[in-house]
């Protein structure tokens, strides 16, 4: 089920990593890099994003921006690279923590993120990347974790 935000998410930049520029590391979540952390963006309309979350891995990249917990990529997952954000060792589909809107988690996040926990997982068969409907996930091919 997707989740309703306040801005328009713009799909990832398939191009982040090759931009360290506007994208630098800024830190480490589980196993994987995050990039641009903390950095305001803009959303699909050059409205500033209300969050600062950054793009969360580098072999598969998803932008926590644009992440509007829809849980199709866990659906279609051959490996199990993804879980819940906030409901570690949960995936799937209306499975995501569900924030109230004004609350504490609505202002710093908005939704509950895909966590892709298992990122050396990842078989390149871009089947997430495909079915995000926001486009908030990359699969860089060749890249190692």
């Known amino acids: 089920m997707v989740r309703e935000v306040d801005y328009a998410p ?5 191009d982040f990593l090759s931009k360290p520029q506007e994208y630098p590391e800024t830190g480490k979540h589980h196993d994987h890099k995050i990039l641009a952390e903390g ?3 803009e959303d699909a309309n050059g409205n500033p994003y209300p969050t600062k979350l950054g793009i969360h891995g580098t072999h598969v990249g998803v932008d926590w921006e644009t992440c509007i917990a829809d849980g199709v990529c866990m659906d279609v997952c051959p ?3 993804y879980e819940w954000a906030f409901v570690p060792g949960v ?3 209306g499975n995501d923590k569900v924030m109230e809107k004004g609350s504490d988690d609505w202002n710093q996040y908005r939704t509950d993120k895909t966590d892709m ?3 050396v997982d990842c078989i390149d068969c ?4 495909v079915a995000c ?3 908030a996930i990359k699969i ?3 890249v190692n974790v």
């Open 91 to 93: 995936k799937g589909t």
């Open 39 to 41: 950095i305001q963006r």
């Open 10 to 14: 713009k799909p990832i930049d398939p």
């Open 140 to 142: 860089n091919v060749g």
């Open 79 to 81: 490996t199990d690279v």
């Open 117 to 119: 926990v298992r990122e």
């Open 133 to 135: 409907p926001t486009h």
């Open 126 to 129: 871009m089947a997430c990347e």
